[in-house]
């Protein structure tokens, strides 16, 4: 297939991503009177996280003093002492601003009966509150707002690298544009930019669940080529719980959380104060289902959620937020005044609550010219936290700030940074390689085998050194052996193929930072370090792409606890979680054996 000329667009701020960040980024960058071009690989309200999303949080009032401070140490022990204390501050201190603005776009906040916005609590709060809107309404207010202000919106075009004025990947100088194809078309597309927000959501393989298979890499992977910092890679772990009856998923977990359900066992056993004593029914999605599959493996399986218990009021406005969730539960002829609901749990390589492109205060990446905001970011706030509904919230935050500073940005420079236009034949001949093979192997073969390598359960739920050594070294061959094999018949194949390339990147990333990091923490359990360990490893991981190979570097920032004001609690904690005999390795032995087979 031969493709046409790049169309060429001109812009002053390109915003990669229609989620709610990349959207109020847009928004603001518009306001300063900035031109701006968003780009989304689907289609704005029907595809993202953020379809995904239930409830926002939200404080209902500017907080100061003493409350901001408790409202604070509820995120910061809730990070597992990882939250960047001074991004957390901002982010607290302007939330309540971007929220409202929201309500005043006409966002259907849930109300109580006398029409005044009702605050409720999810997963991972005590103290901060939420408020309750289906995921899908909010982004088609926002993209009404986007054609209201004649925001320019191109859809179904898939970004897949950054454009570099010295035309190096990694550069030594700065973002000045990116290229994208037309996912049905395959249409090139050149978009030339005084400044880039990246807004392209988590990493997840393609596994059907939700709104995750839209949801690949492509903004951590163009990040990391360009050579911009990544941070919280080693906490790449997604895990889900809501796996009902084995019949069917649905959204809404942080929701069912908020309202007070219970995780039981088979023999009736409220098991999850077991393994989170501070936060037992509230916990974390990672920490829910790794109990669940605890519970399984030592015989005391299968597990339900009971909401039995829940009042028909808070029932009613799960439903309103979460509509998808009362027609599955018609559908499959479920009350849950009544009845327990099986879940079962699955964990995967994939973006839990933090990995991604490393930002300052002002939602600017390591490189001059790049942004990213979202859960394309390391989410400093919480890093390897369990916040229910933080994240939609910091996406809303961040990308305002982005806008702000980007707008800016353009604003200073008179002309278009330049480009080098055989980076641009470079990058559309490398995204169109597929077409061009000749074979029997697809996309699906390659994620095919990434399930097989990342699902075994001796990586999945008890890592140490020699599993993860070995899983990224599966998933290196499977990117070197593999991948250059696969074919693409026509364009749908075509952005698959990049798509899982991208992944895989990303996987291989996230064991090296596994690899380096000597503790559990999180979602990032080791049978060979099982505590946490807040004397030594208070620090986060940094990765960077080191030369124009596959060589990458890893450094280390300290948290400045000197100048925080909620102190951590030092010491070694061990973990709650318990380690099955057979899967404890000494840190000496795993080493000794990773050694040895590098050797061999």
Known sequence: ???????????DVLVVGGGLGGVRAALRAQELGADVTV????VISRAGPMTYVHSQFAPYKLLE???LRQWMEEFVVGANYLADQEWLEVYLREAYFRVQELVHMGVPYVRDEQGR?????????KVGTTLGADGRATMEVLRRELTRRRVRLIEKVMVNDLLTTDGRHPTRDRICGAVGFHVRTGEPYLFLAKAVILNTGPFYPKIHYAYVDHCTGEGHAMAFRAGAELAGMEFAQYAAWSYFNRQFFTPG???????????????GEEFMPRYDPIWGNFSGLFQVARAIATENLEGRGPCFVDMRHCSDEDLAVLYK????LERAFKEFDIDPKKDLLRVDPFILIGTGSSSGVRVDLWSRASLPGLFAVGTCTHLPIMMTGISGSSLSTFSNVGGYRAGEKAAEIARQMAHHPPHDPQQVKELIAGFCAPLSRRGQTRPCDIWMAIGEVTAEAGFALFKNEARIARTRDRLREIRHMLLPRVTAPDVHELVKANEVANYLQMAE???EAMLARKESRGELIRADYPYQDNDDWLRWIIVRRQGEGEGLSLSFWDLPYDRYPIPPKRGKVPLTFPIPEEYRVAPEAASERSMERRGA
């Open 1 to 11: 297939m031969k493709l046409p000329d790049p169309t060429v667009i001109r812009t």
């Open 39 to 42: 780009v989304e690989k689907a």
């Open 65 to 67: 003093g003493d409350e």
């Open 117 to 125: 916005l009702k605050y409720s609590l999810v997963r991972g709060h």
């Open 253 to 267: 977990q942080a929701k069912i959380q908020g309202i007070g359900a219970r995780f039981v066992n088979a023999l």
């Open 321 to 324: 937020v979460v509509p998808t």
């Open 509 to 511: 990333v996230a064991c």
